[in-house]
């Protein structure tokens, strides 16, 4: 997959509501170039809700069922149990959630929906905050960063939920970054054409959540990547590949970059430089980083 | 027609499976477990042609009910007391989205404690969110209502959920015969269905975005309208499937006696159905008593109680109660009655936690009020 080979035609119209620099709609473009029109999506409490735009307008050009925050993969079921009954295996549903509502409160339904196989993809957008709400923590919140609800940085770590997918065997997922559309489309792509319930994770910088420049989303992507704060990874039939500078960083052909590289230019850490470095923070977000790929080493590196 | 002599939830069963939903998600909990139990021995019998989704919860029930019919198919659920609590959200979401799905709640008390017995707290307190409600009495009214609920919700003058209400145990686990018809009977009362709208990739449209005030004031509108509506269909469904199965439990109420009654008795579910036993008796001795049964606590019979009151004094049974309040059909007739009957009424709570309540027990409080000697609202058996 080429950038020229990602399809021309938009199922995500102009003059959406999302934020400048926005993450989720780079992401939802790709997903819907890579989905096409036969689609339909079921989207929670979320930012998308917002991206849509306000009644009677829309900035969809895909069928897309809202519903209530916790209810994305149950909803999702229902719309695929329905497709197949009246025999539209043609169609592709997605659930589009964020993380609060993948991580936190949609994890049952979604942890059901995957345990009865359903015929879905579930595609997280991981901006690591409830930033509709306006910016609180998640699960997916790292730590010692800033939220409303964290005011002097998080005090824990975030949790793994592409492994806590993964314990679900299901036979496709992934985690994947706005800063590589290839790797979003081709991920997508693969998903689509497998059956059963397949998972992909997006990671998605958020400037005002985040607390950086609107122009730096992507940048922010590739250094949370190249400091090994995300992976790049897919899981088909319970076969592991890390991909990309990941695969490089997870067979130690190449170093991490220390995730300081990736949380300076970012507003909610801060309180982790200013008035004076928080040394013994900033150790414990690299030890914890480290210790996390050796683990990622130990379970996943073909030797 | 063949007789079916089974439970309430198996019969409830049978005739959701007769109304061919294409979707059936659902969560086990006591006392409605048989019932899913029944639909899950259809789908391994292959007698029962569509999906059954086993979700993780009541919530992921509903949630994939309003899924599939929002993808356009005919649905169905079950659920009972807690279950139906934690519905509640999707509860709102499935009546404001205008999806036609047609559920059976078995009604059980709320814990804690727990308590698996009889009665109507659960579904009174959905009463807000926009569904439909039925309360049966029999086996037979239970399979009629739940076919006549389908022809309801997708009626495009409804478009809502409808929840048909049968009482714990009294009704969901004690068999008594019904009339089941033919498979073609209920084919050609409930004809084809045809979505009032649904997700469509040749249309594609987004349903439940962000709405300002102005529409969403519209949308509440337009559901006290079709609930409006409902009043007028409920009898005519009701006498449409007395023609072709023979079957007629009342439209909004059932009247039992009433007709020339100086006391009138009004009570839902199985109190209900044991009223008329209770009528009989005080009929004997020649009081003028009759039974209002409420088949419908939404829409709410405002009218057909008003000419209740300018007939009789009233006599209302709750098997639930408003905390802080009173029994709600005993608060709801008095809204009802209010500035159009100046008749005397009279509340009672009984039965609640699955308490018994016989026909005597019905008797002794119609005589208390109709002696004078009741309070205005009074919990019957409280000592016992």
């Not at chain 1, 592409?162 to 065997?169: D, K, R, S, Y």
């Not at chain 2, 005739?15 to 391994?44: D, F, N, R, S």
């Amino acid at each position: 997959m080429a950038l020229k080979d990602i399809p021309v035609d938009e199922c995500l119209l102009q003059g959406n509501a999302a934020c400048p620099g926005c993450p989720a709609t780079i992401g939802l473009r790709l997903v819907l170039k890579a989905l096409g029109k036969k689609t339909i999506m079921v989207v929670p409490a979320c930012c998308t809700a917002v991206i849509e735009s306000l009644y009677p307008h829309t900035s969809f050009d895909i069928p897309v069922m809202n519903i209530a925050f916790e209810a994305a993969a149950a909803g999702a079921s229902g719309v695929e149990a329905a497709l197949r009954q009246q025999g539209r295996t043609d169609i592709t549903v997605v659930a589009w959630a964020g993380d609060g509502g993948t991580y936190d409160i949609g994890i049952q339904a979604l942890s059901g929906a995957l345990e009865r196989r359903t015929n879905f993809i579930y595609i997280c957008y991981n901006n690591q905050i409830y930033s509709n709400t306006g910016i609180q923590r998640s699960g997916a919140t790292p730590y010692g960063a800033w939220t409303t609800t964290t005011v002097g940085g998080k005090d824990e770590f975030r949790k793994e939920m592409g492994e806590i997918i993964l314990a679900h065997h299901i036979p496709y997922a992934a985690q994947t970054c706005i800063s590589y559309p290839e790797d979003i489309i081709s991920k997508i792509t693969k998903a689509k054409n497998i059956h059963g319930p397949k998972y992909i994770e997006i990671f998605a910088p958020c400037p005002p959540g985040w607390r950086f420049s609107m122009d730096k989303t992507v940048e922010m992507g590739r250094l949370a990547v190249d400091s090994g704060a995300w992976s790049l990874w897919e899981c088909e039939n319970d076969v592991m590949t890390f991909n990309g500078k990941s695969k490089l960083i997870l067979e130690k052909k190449i170093p991490r970059k220390p995730v300081e590289e990736w949380i300076k230019y970012q507003g909610r850490f801060g309180h982790l430089f200013k008035p004076q470095r928080d040394e013994k923070r900033l150790k414990e977000i690299e030890d914890y980083t480290d210790r996390l790929w050796e683990r990622y080493r130990k379970c996943y590196l073909k030797i | 027609m063949t007789i079916m002599m089974d439970t309430g939830n198996r019969i409830a069963a049978k005739a959701a499976v007769m109304a061919k939903p294409e979707v059936v998600a659902a969560y086990p909990i006591t006392p409605q477990t048989t019932l899913v139990e029944a639909i899950a021995e259809y789908v391994a019998r292959k007698e029962f042609k569509g999906e059954y989704i086993c979700v993780e919860s009541e919530h992921s029930a509903m949630s994939a009910c309003i899924g599939a019919s929002a993808a356009g198919s005919r649905t169905f659920t079950a659920t009972s007391s807690h279950g139906l609590l934690l519905m509640h959200e999707m509860l709102h979401w499935a009546a404001l989205a205008r999806l036609p799905i047609v559920m059976c709640n078995i009604n059980r008390v709320i814990g804690p404690g727990w308590n698996i017995w009889v009665d109507e707290n659960d579904s009174i307190s959905q009463r807000d969110t926009g569904w439909i409600q039925f309360y049966c009495s029999s086996n037979q009214e239970i399979f009629d209502t739940v076919i006549q609920a389908f022809k309801l919700a997708e009626h495009e003058n409804v478009v809502l959920p409808v929840m048909v209400n049968l009482n714990a145990f009294i009704l969901s686990h004690t068999s008594m015969p019904a009339q089941i018809p033919e498979q073609q009977t209920v084919d050609d009362f409930l004809g084809k269905y045809i979505p009032h709208w649904k997700l469509d990739i040749d249309n594609p449209t987004t349903f439940g975005n962000i709405i300002g005030p102005a529409y969403y004031e519209k949308v509440r509108w337009a559901m006290q309208k079709a609930q409006q509506n409902a009043k007028t269909l409920i009898p005519k469904i009701a006498k449409d499937w007395k023609k072709v199965s023979g079957y007629y439990h009342g439209d909004l109420l059932e009247y039992y006696h009433c007709e020339d009654a100086e006391h009138i008795l009004l009570a839902m579910g199985a109190i209900g159905a044991e009223s008329k036993t209770a009528i009989d008796e005080m009929r004997k001795t020649g009081l003028k008593i009759g039974l209002a049964r409420v088949r419908v606590i939404r829409p709410f019979p405002t009218e057909e109680i008003i000419k209740l009151g300018n007939q009789a004094d009233l006599i209302v049974i709750d098997r639930n109660i408003s905390v802080g309040l009173e029994g709600a059909l005993f608060n709801e007739v008095k809204a009802a009655l209010y500035g159009q009957s100046d008749t005397k009424a009279t509340g009672f709570i009984a039965g609640l936690g699955g308490k018994d309540v016989t026909y005597q027990d019905i008797e002794t409080m119609c005589r208390k009020s109709m002696k004078g000697n009741a309070k205005e609202q009074e919990w019957y058996g409280l000592e016992g």
